[in-house]
């Protein structure tokens, strides 16, 4: 946090390392599903790493957002528990969520990874609820919005 660089340089950093993390996760999982049978296409494949890597810049950056506010390694784990878990779960990965209570429909509405997992449906099953580009339209004005949030709250953490 003292480097002669600003403080934004610094975020952005570790969310491009947040993102080849990610990558490299998906580049296993994409090989697994060529060697099991699942036929790509090259547009599907350039979709599904754009839809990636904008995922991975969004979560990263709230996450970093998130931990510039903490001041223990604990806290911090324990804010990121109860964020990432109900991300998750609310995106649509497990189950359906066609039919859940309205209240949870705000929370889905806010959730960049619903937008994530649908596009990637889109992509690679050609069956999402919405078109690709609506789904990725939305997952980069979150991953703007993200992205801007966490590089105000990183600017303003104070250094230990």
């Known amino acids: 946090m003292v480097a002669p660089v600003s403080r934004g340089i610094i975020f952005t950093g570790k969310t491009f390392g947040g993102m080849t993390n990610s990558l490299v ?3 296993i999982l994409l090989t697994v599903g060529g060697i099991i049978g699942i036929h790509y296409t ?3 494949l350039v979709q599904t790493v754009v839809v990636v890597l904008l ?3 969004s ?3 709230l996450g970093l957002a998130l931990g510039s506010y903490m001041h223990s390694l604990e806290g911090f784990q324990m804010i990121v528990s109860f964020v990432v878990f109900p991300i998750f779960f609310l995106s649509g990965a497990l189950f359906s969520i066609d039919n859940l209570p309205d209240w949870l429909s705000i929370l889905i509405i806010i959730d960049p990874a619903t937008y994530a997992v649908d ?3 889109n992509t690679m099953l050609g069956i999402g609820s919405k ?3 609506v789904d990725i339209s ?3 004005a979150f991953t703007a919005g993200l992205g801007v949030f966490g590089i105000l709250s990183f600017r303003r953490m104070k250094a230990i």
Request: no cysteine; glycine share 0%; net charge neutral.
């Open 119 to 121: 596009a990637l449906r």
């Open 42 to 44: 090259t547009l599907s």
């Open 138 to 140: 939305i997952l980069i």
């Open 59 to 61: 979560l990263t950056s």
């Open 55 to 57: 995922l991975s810049f």
């Open 131 to 133: 078109p690709f580009e």
């Open 25 to 27: 996760q998906v580049s």
